[in-house]
Structures are given as C-alpha cells and as structure tokens.
C-alpha cells in the first residue's frame, strides 16, 4: 500500500508557487520574450499623457466609446495579419481586399436587392476566394508573397473601381449592417454580458486546474489563479462601468450610452480565434511552420496545405474587417480599405508583439497593438491641428515596435530560449 501511494505521489507534478511562477516570467523578459507587454506599457503611458493634457477631452466615456469603434475595422484585418504573419509572410493587399469583398456586399444589397445576409455571405466568400488564389501561388508556385500581395494591392484597386466606379459611392442603408458600429447594448445587457464573461473565464480556469491536476501536471498557485480573475473582474468591470454610463453630449435630446455592439462582437471573435490558434493541432502547425517550415514539413505537416489556409483566413478577417469599415462610414467608396488602413493594420499586430520573423504573435495582439494606434490617432489631434505630427509619431511607434522585436528575438537566440 505505501509503496503504491509513493509511486503515485512521484508522478505528481509539483505545484509551482507564486514567487516561482513571477521569477520564471521576469527570467523570460530578460531572455527576450517580452510579449505584449511594451505594448501595454505604451497603451498605459500614452493614455496617461493624453489624459493629462487634454483632461476634458481625452478621459470620457463619449472618448472611449469612440476609440473602440473607430480602432475595429483595422483591428478586424489586424487579426488576419497575425496569421500570415506567424508563417513569416506578409499580405500587402489585405486593406483592399477588405475594400472589395465590402463592395461586392454593397452591389448585392443595394444594386441587386438580396437580403443581408446573402450579402454579408457574398462579402466573405469573396475575402475566401482572394485568400485561396494567393495562398495558391505562395504555397504551390513559390512566389513570395510580398510579389503576389502588392499585385493583389494594385490589382484590388482596379476591381474595386470596376465595381463601384470611380468616384462612386454605395451608400449603405441596412440597420443590421449600420448597427454593428452604430449602436449600443441596453445598460442590463452589458451588465449581463460581464457576469457571463467573469464566470465563464473562471470556469474554464478551473476545469483547466481540474484536469492538470487529474492528469500529474504542475498546477498555478490559487493565488495566482485568483490574482488573473481580480484583474479581469477590475478591468472588466469598469470598462462596463465607463461605457454604461450616458456619454451623450446632449443628453435631454438624445441618450447614448451602453456597451457598443462591436466589443461583444470583436471579444466572441477573440475567443474562436484565439482558441484555433492556442488549443488545436492546426494552431500548433502555424507556429511550427513559422518557426521552421523545413522543420515542420520533416516533422510530417503539411506546409503548403498551413500557409494557404492561414493566407483564406487572413482574407476572411479582411472581409469582416471591410464589413466593419462600411459600418462605421455609412457607405463604401474605392478608398474603403485603402489610404493608410493597411499600414495600420501591419502596425497593430507588430506593435501588439506579433514578429516580423514568423513564429510568434497572438490574436490579442491586434486588439492591443490596435488600441495603442487608435489612442494615438484619437489624441494627437486633441493637442496639434497638424497631421504631419501623427504620421511622424505613428511611425516611430512602429519604428520602435520593430526594433524590440528584432533586439528581442537576438536576445532569445544568445539564451536559447
């Protein structure tokens, strides 16, 4: 009997404590896998500057609200960038495809009459098609991807003007469509969405402990477990709390408060991305692709099969991404998608943690780096009337967001991490 209870206690993984656990995350920074958190010390340093010089106008509700909403289309083909990216590639024409597939859902609503939804259908079908055509000629002819995207950039721009015309506009008309950027949740409902989220994330981490413990695996300390669900419970909380609260300008006119529709919409998202990436065989073949194709493909996967699934779900997230951008302008033109929307989307992912190199990023990513260019793009203005100032200050974030990631991965390589 004790020789048995010795046994089982040997293959029992010992629980790490907190002290360990902080010790192991600061030994991990110093290596160079600094992850999201410059982005977060940016996110945090930037709101605190903008707050404190512009107190009346950056720190509302109303500020906040906006800053979601305008952030949410670049961040949509943010999302797609960090796939593509992680394989080491690149998709230059991920903004226009956007652009199109929105188009095409235009033409369909209000040029041909079909219902929303067999638009909405249209739309991604056609970010599907794009993304199955270029991963095509990456994964099966070998051209690199940087050529085959800045031919779909040039090319898109072109489809898109054949379609609406140029100087053209689809005006969109559909509630559905317009509500997605334009309307808010019942206060109640916000409420009722921070409940379920709180419970369902504490839930998952549980059942999570349950089944390492069950199978032998080292288990967090609760403190640390309870530490991660207070954070989320503060955060959580007084984002509901702020964009609850009526942040219209006129209030005895019109009422505006609630969460917007976009954040539950963008955080399900997060979730099934996240998920696909983290949590299944597939996710772990996009890392081990990007990390070392010729690695991977020894090690029995199929490269080519990765890259043109991730380059049809990069375009997939585009067309949401287009989806969005329509929402939010009311319309699509042959500028939807275009101008520096490409750019910024690149700059969220990197910004977020995601490398240039392949191999490393997370779908969180996009929604800090996202939120990080929103808030400079929402402030700048506040305190300077000149746009050369925001270009040059976006720039030099990206600039510095690729220079931790470059100092970051040599850092790794001299530790072996």
């Known amino acids: 009997m004790s020789t048995t209870t010795e046994t089982h206690a040997e293959t029992v993984a010992p629980t790490p404590t907190l002290g360990t656990m902080i010790g192991d995350y600061l ?20 709101v605190a500057l903008f707050s404190a010089m512009k107190p009346a106008l950056f720190p509302t509700a109303y500020n906040a609200a906006n800053l979601l909403q305008q952030s ?37 609503m209000t040029k041909q009459g079909y219902p929303w939804p067999v638009a909405v259908i249209g739309c991604l079908v056609t970010g599907a098609v794009i993304g199955v055509v270029v991963g095509l000629l990456v994964a099966k002819l070998g051209i690199p991807s940087f050529v085959v995207t800045l031919s779909t950039f040039l090319g898109l721009q072109g489809v898109m003007l054949w ?37 369902l994330y504490a839930g998952a981490g549980w059942l999570g402990r349950l089944r390492r413990a069950k199978a032998g695996l080292p288990v967090e300390p609760m403190a640390a477990f309870a530490a ?17 609260v009526e942040r219209s300008r006129n209030p005895g006119v019109t009422s505006l408060k609630g969460i917007p529709i976009i954040v539950p919409i963008t955080a399900i998202l997060v979730v099934v991305l996240t998920f696909l990436l983290q949590r299944t065989k597939f996710g772990r073949h996009i890392y081990a692709v990007g990390g070392n194709a010729e690695a991977a493909r020894r090690a029995g996967i ?18 949401l991404g287009g989806i969005v951008l329509a929402s939010r302008e009311n319309s699509i033109s042959p500028t939807t998608g275009g101008s520096t929307t490409l750019l910024l989307a690149v ?34 203005p506040l305190i300077t009337d000149k746009a050369a ?13 690729a220079s931790v990631d470059a100092i970051s991965r040599r850092r790794a390589a001299a530790t072996g991490r």
Do not use: H
């Not at 998709?91 to 859902?105: E, F, K, P, Q």
């Not at 199929?302 to 067309?319: R, T, W």
């Not at 490398?355 to 929103?374: C, N, P, Q, W, Y």
């Not at 100032?389 to 967001?401: E, F, H, N, R, S």
């Open 347 to 380: 700059g969220a992912a990197v910004i977020g943690g995601t490398s240039l190199f392949g191999g490393k990023g997370r779908i969180l990513d996009a929604i800090i780096g996202g939120l990080v260019i929103a808030v400079l793009n929402n402030g700048m």
């Open 389 to 401: 100032y925001q270009y040059i200050v976006t720039a030099l974030v990206l600039l510095l967001a």
């Open 163 to 199: 379609i609406i015309g140029n100087g053209g506009t689809i005006s969109i008309k559909n509630e559905t469509i317009l509500a997605i950027q334009n309307k808010n949740l019942p206060v109640l409902w916000g409420w009722v969405i921070f409940i379920l989220a709180v419970a």
């Open 72 to 108: 949410a289309g670049v961040i949509y083909i943010a999302m797609g960038l960090v796939f593509i990216l992680l394989l080491g590639e690149i998709d230059l024409g991920a903004g226009y495809t956007a652009g199109t597939s929105a188009a095409i859902m235009g033409v369909l």
């Open 228 to 244: 991660k669900l207070g954070v989320m419970v503060v955060i959580l909380g007084l984002a509901t709390w702020i964009l609850n």
């Open 27 to 46: 030994a991990k920074v110093r290596g160079g896998d600094v992850g999201a958190l410059p982005a977060v010390l940016g996110f945090l340093v930037l």
């Open 302 to 319: 199929n490269v080519n099969q990765v890259k043109i699934v991730c380059f049809v779900l990069g375009s997939l997230l585009a067309a």
